[in-house]
């Protein structure tokens, strides 16, 4: 069983610019979530996507967007960006349907807008 | 706003001590589970409590859960430096159960 990966692991970003973030779901899963985690607090949920539609949304704007393949990868996409969106991304794959709650998270992506 | 609040906020404990923490949420919730965090890298899943459970052990973990006070507790016996790590506890509710809510985290540190 392949675990949850993301790409890149790092990323430094002017404000203003564009950035795209990656996932792979856990081999098995359909069900993928994003997450925004700023230093020393803990993570935030944006939204989730399942069978490629965005089924839930956290309170953030609508340049955070995401997108979700036929093979359960995810992007995480975020417009115009702001020096407070430098954080840890994270991305956690589940499988919807499932009698378990449980979210397998990614190594996350450490975003630094300058 | 975060749903839980964990306390104590860092927690310093000498290798084969017990360490506990704590977890108040704000509203009725259909689970809660604690996730740890190495060094602001991905989480772990530890251990999930269902709102209609009082208590549950996996290895040397032992959760508690009381929803007429809003709180969980989360028991490390018998630390080990693997230990030092983050700890959070993330709350679902029933109307949105894909959509975990974290606290700000307790930071444990265990002494060798």
């Known amino acids: 069983e392949t675990g949850v990966t993301q790409s890149p692991t790092h990323l430094i970003k002017t404000r203003g610019q564009q950035v795209t973030l990656r996932c792979s779901s856990q081999?098995?899963?359909?069900?993928v979530s994003w997450y925004q985690q700023a230093l020393g607090q803990g993570p935030q949920f944006i939204f989730q996507y399942y069978r490629e539609e965005e089924n839930g949304r956290g309170n953030f704007p609508p340049r955070f967007s995401g997108l979700q393949f036929p093979n359960y990868s995810s992007e995480l996409n975020v417009n115009a960006l702001e020096l407070d969106d430098s954080a840890l991304y994270l991305c956690a794959s589940s499988n919807r349907g499932r009698i378990s709650y449980e979210q397998y998270f990614g190594p996350g992506t450490r975003l630094t807008v300058t | 706003s975060q749903q839980g609040e964990e306390d104590p906020q860092a927690l310093s404990i000498q290798e084969g001590e017990n360490a506990t923490m704590n977890c108040s949420y704000k509203t009725s919730i259909n689970n809660l589970q604690w996730y740890r965090q190495n060094s602001g890298r991905g989480l772990v899943h530890l251990i999930l409590i269902r709102s209609n459970e009082r208590e549950k052990h996996s290895g040397r973990l032992r959760v508690t859960l009381d929803t007429s006070k809003k709180s969980s507790s989360l028991l490390i016996t018998a630390s080990r430096a693997a230990d030092t790590a983050s700890y959070f506890c993330?709350?679902?509710?029933?109307?949105?159960?894909?959509?975990?809510?974290f606290g700000a985290g307790t930071t444990v540190t265990v002494r060798a």
């Open positions: 993330a709350t679902t509710k029933w109307d949105n159960d894909y959509k975990l809510s």
């Open positions: 081999s098995g899963h359909n069900t």
